[in-house]
């Protein structure tokens, strides 16, 4: 039998295993896990490609084209950007919710998603740089002619994409804290939210004009492809607000954000930006 010295020395080594065990099981469980500095961009060089999400079927930003072939202005910025790091660029399309819950765990490198910094999405991702700023706008059926401004709107049924800042100005949550944003103010009051996992979705919903949804609220481009396309809708009121939107990474990796914010920096001087989103949106949005 083990005297007492050495019955305390075993229990001092057994509470600092369980120490380790606990402390390994607290760090995997983290939410959400902070990027390690350098690690991130040590990883795409290494590897010597990019990989960004992007949304599947978010047309004109990025859709799968005919072909089965992802395209869109997002696709295109997230090209650009690889480019401007000397890697090749691979792309993922998770689901929406992933990307904003900041546990991307290697999966894919960068967002380039359009997506807004608002405050609460500042809690878990990093943005290094705005890219182009949109109006949001607030669609109908071609054939209503009630709702002509986003006042019109109020206590009428709205379609939105989920985890979206059209559904966060509906409930007016929405806080934007980006340099130079328009202040906007919330017009659209008691509205009867119907959620969609897309914008497409709630677009085509709407052009029904079954009565499901009396409106959908919505970043000006992709209304407009919707339009384009024929769906029998216009555009009732923009901006509702103006959002800027930005690329966004992980938490933690100050040295990636810096060389994604020199890259998409790049890309506004030379005007890669502002040709793209001409060629993706009829009109200039980078500045």
């Known amino acids: 039998m083990a005297g ?50 992007v949304d599947p079927s978010y047309p004109p930003l990025s859709f799968t084209n005919g072909e089965g072939t992802l395209v869109g202005f997002d696709v295109d910025v997230g090209r650009k950007i690889a480019e401007r790091l000397g890697v090749e660029v691979g792309f993922e399309t998770p689901d929406w919710s992933a990307v904003l819950s900041g546990r991307w765990q290697g999966r894919w ?21 705005i890219y182009y700023s949109v109006p949001a706008a607030l669609v109908v059926h071609a054939g209503n002619r009630t709702i002509r401004s986003a006042a019109d709107a109020s206590g009428k049924k709205i379609g939105v994409s989920e985890y979206s800042t059209y559904e966060s100005y509906l409930t007016q949550t929405l806080a934007i804290s980006v340099p130079n944003t328009p202040p906007f103010t919330f017009q659209i009051r008691d509205a009867r939210i119907a959620r969609f996992p897309d914008e497409s979705t709630a677009l085509k919903a709407l052009a029904t004009g079954d009565g499901r949804l009396d409106a959908a609220l919505m970043a000006l481009p992709p209304a407009l492809a919707g339009i384009r396309d024929g769906l029998p809708l216009r555009v009732a009121a923009q901006p509702v607000f103006v959002e800027p939107l930005a690329v966004a990474i992980e938490k933690g990796d100050q040295e990636f954000g810096k060389r994604v914010a020199q890259a998409v920096e790049s890309l506004h001087a030379d005007g890669t930006l502002s040709r793209l989103s001409t060629q993706w949106f009829g009109t200039d949005f980078s500045h």
């Open 4 to 53: 007492p010295q050495a019955r305390a020395a075993g229990w001092r080594a057994l509470w600092c295993a369980t120490a380790v065990v606990v402390l390994a099981v607290v760090a995997a469980t983290a939410w959400p896990v902070p990027a390690q500095a350098g690690a991130v961009l040590d990883r795409v060089l290494q590897r010597g490609r990019l990989m960004v999400s």
């Open 109 to 129: 490198d960068l967002s380039v998603g359009s997506m807004t910094p608002t405050l609460e999405r500042q809690q878990k991702l990093d943005f290094p740089a």
